[in-house]
């Protein structure tokens, strides 16, 4: 019996440690998913936020125009909805959920950082904290392949958010990359007008694209990814289009197109083979 009772307390003991773990990192998911929603208004409030100010002048023709970046609310309140269901102590796969809690603290940090940086310096500082994010999302989400036979087994609104947040957050933020290489080169010098301008913006476009369909396939056509990439490629579209240069506009609509054309293949094209159920589940959402 005092042999039994031990064991009780020793088990007691140890998930009490873990419910402590977890609650350090959800409440660090918490608050910093807020600080996505908080921090622009702060700093907008304080007179900042020049960088991030939609259709500025002097952007490269590239950049997608304002309206585009919409997207960002709806990527911060799933966010924020994520952190709130992951971070409830009766969840499901609470060590799934730290596994996934992890890299995501880094990736909200990040956004933070990245306005932050766009104010002290915006021209390479920014990138540096892109790539971290990035690193951070892609992280995350090879989480989330490889359990993706225990996330289908979460609820319906579970499972939306999660994915949701992953897709559109590295769909939107695979591509932002590039072009924030390019107001990077822009403020160092590089042309954004000639044939040497033309031909930068083409090859940013083109990785861009060889990102898309590379990321497309590794996620097994992730519809918030794809919905994300087309978004983007499309606000890159008008941006060129409304910054009067129609060469970059068409190579820009030549990118979208490669990336659904890419996506039905993935999907759908007779060569190739997905781990069957678990990423069709994962694709349908």
Same mark, same amino acid.
């Given at each position: ?20 773990r977890?609650?350090?990192?959800? &409440? ?16 907008? *409030?304080?007179?900042g936020?020049?960088?991030?100010? /939609? ?13 585009a ?10 966010s =924020? ?19 996934? *809690? ?10 933070t ?10 021209r ?7 790539? &971290?994010? =990035? ?5 995350? @989400? ?22 949701? @947040?992953?897709?559109?957050?590295? +769909? ?11 107001? *990077?080169?822009?403020?160092?010098? /590089?042309?954004?007008?000639? *044939?040497? +301008? ?9 990785? /861009? ?10 996620? +097994? ?8 990439v ?7 579209a ?21 990336? =659904?054309?890419?996506?039905v ?21």
């Open positions: 019996m005092a042999r039994l009772l031990s064991d009780v307390r020793g088990v007691a003991a140890m998930r009490r440690r873990e419910l402590r977890w609650s350090g990192w959800a &409440v660090a998911l918490v608050v910093l998913a807020l600080g996505q929603l908080a921090a622009p208004l702060v700093i907008a *409030a304080v007179g936020g020049a960088f991030t100010t /939609a259709d500025r002048a002097g952007e490269p023709p590239i950049v997608p125009a304002g309206y970046f919409s997207i960002w609310a709806v990527i911060e309140v799933l =924020l909805l994520w952190a709130v269901w992951a971070a409830l102590p009766g969840g499901p796969d609470r060590d799934l959920r730290v596994r996934l *809690a992890r890299p995501l603290i880094v990736v909200f940090a990040g956004f950082a990245w306005l932050i940086a766009a104010e002290l310096e915006p390479w500082a920014t990138l540096a904290v892109l790539l &971290v994010m =990035l690193a951070g999302l892609l992280a995350a @989400t090879r989480v989330a392949l490889q359990n993706a036979d225990r996330i289908a087994a979460w609820t319906r609104y579970a499972r939306a958010v999660l994915w949701g @947040t992953l897709g559109l957050y590295l +769909g939107w933020s695979s591509i932002a990359i590039w072009l924030n290489l390019t107001t *990077a080169l822009a403020s160092s010098g /590089a042309p954004l007008d000639g *044939a040497a +301008g033309l031909i930068g913006q083409l090859g940013i476009l083109a990785g /861009a694209t060889a990102t898309a369909v590379a990321l497309l396939r590794w996620t +097994g056509v992730l519809v918030p990814y794809l919905a994300a087309v978004w983007a490629f499309v606000g890159a008008l941006g060129a289009r409304g910054a009067g240069e129609p060469v970059l506009a068409l190579a820009a609509s030549v990118g979208l197109v490669v990336v =659904l054309v890419a996506a293949g993935f999907r759908w094209g007779p060569r190739m083979r997905l781990p069957g159920p678990r990423l069709r589940r994962l694709a349908e959402g």
